[in-house]
């Protein structure tokens, strides 16, 4: 994860402090390898549209990180808001879901903004179609094609190094450990690396499902 202000070299205090966000295409920021919140919400957006899930992009406030990006997804039968760059997934009517506030929709034909008296999410409609709740920029059903898309159709996605998965493996696994011996202070902490093992296996094969 890297902010915007992260992104560019040189950046001026005054670039800073600007509203100006460039947001990278997802072809750019696998390549890249860096992004914030949108990129990973976008990324994960023409995913889901992909595999024929209906999802749009929503742009708001969220905690801790102020503005934000998020994904509106219908799934398992009911709309869900993920934040991509946690992985963290809410129902879309989860009074503690950490997005808080809704600004703008954005989908495949169309960008919605949010008209509504009260923009906090526990409090706002999601229903698109209600005209006194949000304002389409394009008009007409369906709405007149303002641009081409910026996406690349088909993204080219490198194999992973194995080696570099082993060692970060070992690193998450090594920090894991160190913080449950630290926590458990002044006991000595004893690992069982056949328990390890077995359940090592365990989430492979999970992880495959």
Known sequence: FLDDWGEE??????????????????DEFLQLQAG??????V????????????????CGKG????????VL???QDSWKLVNASTGRMFEATDPQCTLVDIDVVVGQNNIWGNVQKETSLW??????????AWRPLFLGNPPVEATQCVQIADILYSEPVSSQADVLQRDIRESIAAYFEEWRLPSI????????????????VRAQK
């Open 36 to 41: 914030d919140w949108e990129e990973h919400a």
């Open 63 to 70: 905690i801790p990180e102020g503005p934000t990006v998020y």
């Open 189 to 204: 902490t004893r690992w069982h690396r056949q328990t390890e093992r077995v359940l090592n296996s365990i989430l492979k």
């Open 9 to 26: 070299e040189g950046s001026s205090q005054r670039d800073l402090n600007s509203n100006v966000s460039i947001w990278c295409r997802s």
């Open 73 to 75: 997804a219908r799934l």
């Open 43 to 58: 990324l994960l957006c023409n995913f889901f549209l992909h595999k024929g899930i209906e999802s749009y992009v929503v």
């Open 123 to 132: 409090r706002s409609t999601l229903n698109l179609n209600d005209a006194k």
